[in-house]
C-alpha cells in the first residue's frame, strides 16, 4: 500500500498571474498527513483556506483556467500546480499565496516540479488513498468528450484538433508517473491562437500573458519563440487535464480517453469521478473524504454544534481523521474571551469525539446508534487554539464493542499536538 507524501522544508516562488497579470508570492508548506491540499489566501485580514477539491469549484465563473474558491474569494489557474503535485504524489500541502492567482511562470509546470524537487518530498505514515475505477465514466459536450475506463494504472489518451493548420490532429498516449510527467508532459506550455488574443484580452484574460510564457500560434507557426516538443499542444492539454483531475479530492487509477476537451469538460468529468467514489464506496466502505453532509447522515449532530468540517481518513471501528477550520465567525468567540478569541478546550474535546462517533457509528453493527460521553481521561490542552487555525483531528480505537467504545484522541494544528484525551462512549440504540 502507498504511502502519503507530503513535501519535507518550505519552498516560495513569485510571478505574475497569466490571467490577471497580477504580481503574487506563494509558498509551499508541508502539511499534515490526511490535510489534503489547502491554498491559503494570505492577503485577506483572517486567512481563507481553500480545500482543492470539487465542493470548491468555480467552473462558471472563470473561463479558460481552472480556478476554487470559499466566501467570495477565489484562487484562480491552478491547474499546472495541481498537475505537479498529482503526478509527483504530493497527497497534503498548504500553499500560502498573497493574490488571486497562480504564477504562470514560464507557461508550464516544470518550474512547480523543480520546486517541489528542491523542497523534499517525504512519505509520511498514514496510507494514501487512490480510486480504481470500476465502471466507466463519460461526459461530452458537442464534439469533445472524455471516458474513464478501469486500467491497471494512471493512463491518457489525448486527442488534439483544432480548426488550425498547426493544430490538427495530434494524438499522445501517455502513462503518467513522476518520471515521464517530469520529461514529457511538465515542459510543455500553454498555448492560444494569435486570432484569438485580441478577444481573450478584452474579455479580461491573458492580462499576464507574453511571448515567453504563451506559445502564440500564428497561420505559419509560433510567435518569437520554438516548440520544446513537436506536438507540445497536446502535451499541454493532458497537463492541464492531470491537474483538473486532482481535483476530485484523490489520485485515481484508469485510463482517461480525452477528444478535445478543456477545463470545463476536465472539471465535469473530475465531478464524476467524485460521485463515483461516494456511490460506489458509500459511507459504510469509504476511506476518502466525506463532506459535512455525510457525516450528518452518521452521527445526529447538527449545527450550531457540529464541529467537524469533513472526514479526510475513515477506517471503521479502527481510526478517523476530521479536519475542523475555526474562523473568528465560530458563534462561542463572541463570548469566550472576546478580546483575545480562544476555542473552548471543551469543544476542541467534543470536535474529537465527534470523529470519534463518526469512526465508530460508520460500522453497519453501530449504523443507527448514538455515542454518549461514559468517561474522559487524560486530557490535556497544550497550546491555544485561534481564529485562523485548523484544526486536524486523529482518534484511533483502543476498544469498540456492540455497547461501548474507548478511544485515544488527539487535536493539532500545524503538525503540533495542542490537545489530547482518552474517552469511553456508551453506544445507544436511537
Known amino acids: 500500500m502507498e504511502r502519503q507524501k507530503t513535501i519535507a522544508t518550505p519552498v516560495s516562488l513569485s510571478g ?48 479558460r483556467r481552472s480556478s476554487i474558491g470559499k466566501n467570495e474569494v477565489e484562487v484562480q489557474t491552478i491547474e499546472h500546480l495541481m498537475a505537479a503535485l498529482s503526478s509527483l504524489g504530493i497527497d497534503n ?31 509520511q505514515e498514514q496510507t494514501r488513498y487512490i480510486h480504481v475505477i470500476k465502471e466507466p465514466i463519460s461526459v461530452e459536450e458537442g464534439d469533445s468528450s472524455i471516458t474513464v475506463v478501469p486500467a491497471e494504472d494512471f493512463k491518457i489518451s489525448y486527442t488534439l484538433n483544432y480548426n488550425h493548420p498547426l493544430l490538427e490532429a495530434q494524438f499522445l498516449e501517455i502513462s503518467v508517473n513522476p518520471e515521464s510527467f517530469k520529461a514529457d508532459i511538465a515542459p510543455a ?4 491562437l494569435e486570432s484569438e488574443a485580441s478577444e481573450l484580452r478584452s474579455k479580461g484574460l491573458g492580462l499576464g500573458a507574453n511571448y515567453d ?35 476530485a479530492g484523490c489520485p485515481i487509477r484508469g485510463h482517461v480517453i480525452a477528444l478535445k476537451s478543456g477545463h470545463t469538460l476536465n ?33 445526529p449532530h447538527r449545527q450550531p454544534f457540529l464541529f467537524v468540517d469533513r472526514i479526510t481518513h475513515l477506517e471503521k471501528g479502527k481510526r478517523a481523521v476530521g479536519v475542523k477550520n475555526v474562523t473568528i465567525n465560530d458563534y ?9 478569541p480562544v476555542m473552548p478546550g471543551v469543544i476542541i474535546v467534543e470536535a474529537m469525539a465527534q470523529v470519534g462517533g463518526v469512526m465508530m457509528l460508520a460500522s453497519e453493527e453501530n449504523r443507527g446508534k448514538l455515542a454518549f460521553f461514559l468517561s474522559i481521561d487524560n486530557v490535556k490542552f497544550r ?30 494544528v500545524n503538525g503540533k499536538v495542542v490537545t489530547e484525551a482518552d474517552f469511553v462512549c456508551a453506544l445507544v440504540s436511537d
Do not use: W
Not at 506550455?189 to 492560444?192: E, L, V, Y
Open 93 to 123: 500541502i498548504d500553499i500560502e499565496l498573497d493574490n488571486n492567482e497562480l504564477p504562470g511562470l514560464d507557461g508550464s509546470a516544470i518550474k512547480f516540479v523543480e520546486a517541489l524537487e528542491k523542497a523534499g518530498i517525504v512519505e
Open 332 to 340: 462561542f468567540f463572541q463570548g469566550h474571551f472576546p478580546g483575545h
Open 213 to 247: 510564457n504563451t506559445l502564440v500560434v500564428g497561420e505559419t507557426g509560433v510567435i518569437r519563440n520554438s516548440l520544446r516538443f513537436q506536438d507540445e499542444f497536446v502535451r499541454h492539454k493532458i497537463l492541464d487535464l492531470i491537474g483538473d483531475l486532482r481535483l
Open 267 to 299: 472539471l465535469k468529468i473530475a465531478q464524476k469521478i467524485y460521485e463515483q467514489k461516494i456511490k460506489t464506496q458509500g459511507v459504510d466502505n469509504m476511506e476518502g473524504i466525506l463532506d459535512v453532509n455525510e457525516i450528518m447522515k452518521i452521527i
Open 189 to 192: 506550455r500553454t498555448f492560444c
Open 16 to 63: 505574475i498571474g497569466i490571467h490577471t497579470g497580477n504580481k503574487v508570492n506563494i509558498t509551499l508548506k508541508p502539511a499534515q498527513p490526511a490535510a489534503g491540499i489547502t491554498f491559503i489566501r494570505t492577503d485577506i485580514a483572517e486567512p481563507v483556506r481553500i480545500q482543492a477539491d470539487v465542493q470548491s469549484f468555480l467552473a462558471a465563473k472563470f473561463s
Open 383 to 412: 497550546k491555544p487554539v485561534v481564529p485562523g487555525d485548523q484544526l486536524v483531528l486523529e482518534v484511533e480505537a483502543i476498544k469498540v464493542k456492540s455497547k461501548t467504545g474507548q478511544v485515544r484522541g488527539r487535536a493539532l
